[in-house]
T-cell receptor
């Protein structure tokens, strides 16, 4: 079956620290992979996506590379800011349905 | 960019009443919309897929008579929680699919509706 596993939080970092949130998946076929972000009190927003192996999605300083050999799509950012505090969801889309991870809460302290 | 509007953002109701949640795509036509439910500290759970002009497709375990979905137009889908009970209290999120170029679809999410049933 299809599923997404992402690292449990919460994650607390100091401003300008390096961020990695791990995400691995199991899927049949060739899904598209996504990272969504949910800021406090808001809905989900698409952060970045990759539609095929070796694609790198990037946005707002965040990056993730679609690694088929390790079935991973880890989210990284070189220098986090307080405004990055949010919950991050890894997801895969099979073409018919989305599967989400459980979310990782990130708090960045000044 | 594309925006999905969900209303209301928060609703408190008495047990036994029905609540309607609206999901609108504001600047694109969405033939497909999804309804999700988010439990605390858990992932989003897909409840149903809403297709314009046809019956919704419900996921296993979701009561179709309790969660009525109507996709009346290309820009509006509604979820009605009928005879709500405290266990229905949750965060409900809708999303809409925009057909992007190259055959790739983009999903946009509403802000969510927090339902509290007393």
């Amino acid at each position: 079956g299809n599923s997404v596993t992402q690292m449990e939080g919460p994650v607390t970092l100091s401003e300008e620290a390096f961020l990695t949130i791990n995400c691995t998946y199991t899927a049949t076929g060739y899904p598209s992979l996504f990272w969504y972000v949910q800021y406090p009190g808001e809905g989900l927003q698409l952060l970045l996506k990759a539609t095929k192996a070796d694609d790198k999605g990037s946005n707002k300083g965040f990056e993730a590379t679609y690694r088929k050999e390790t079935t991973s799509f880890h989210l990284e950012k070189g220098s986090v800011q307080v405004s990055d505090s949010a919950v991050y969801f890894c997801a895969l889309f099979t073409g018919n349905q989305f599967y989400f991870g459980t979310g990782t809460s990130l708090t960045v302290i000044p | 960019g594309a925006v999905v509007s969900q209303h209301p953002s928060r609703v408190i109701c008495k047990s036994g009443t029905s609540v309607k949640i609206e999901c609108r795509s504001l600047d694109f036509q969405a033939t497909t919309m999804f309804w999700y439910r988010q439990f605390p500290k858990q992932s989003l759970m897909l409840m149903a897929t809403s297709n314009e002009g046809s019956k919704a497709t419900y996921e296993q375990g979701v009561e179709k008579d309790k969660f009525l979905i109507n996709h009346a137009s290309l820009t509006l889908s509604t979820l009605t929680v009928t005879s709500a009970h405290p266990e229905d209290s949750s965060f409900y999120i809708c999303s809409a699919i925009e057909l992007a170029g190259g055959g790739k679809n983009i999903q946009y999410f509403g802000a969510g509706t927090r339902l509290s049933v007393l």
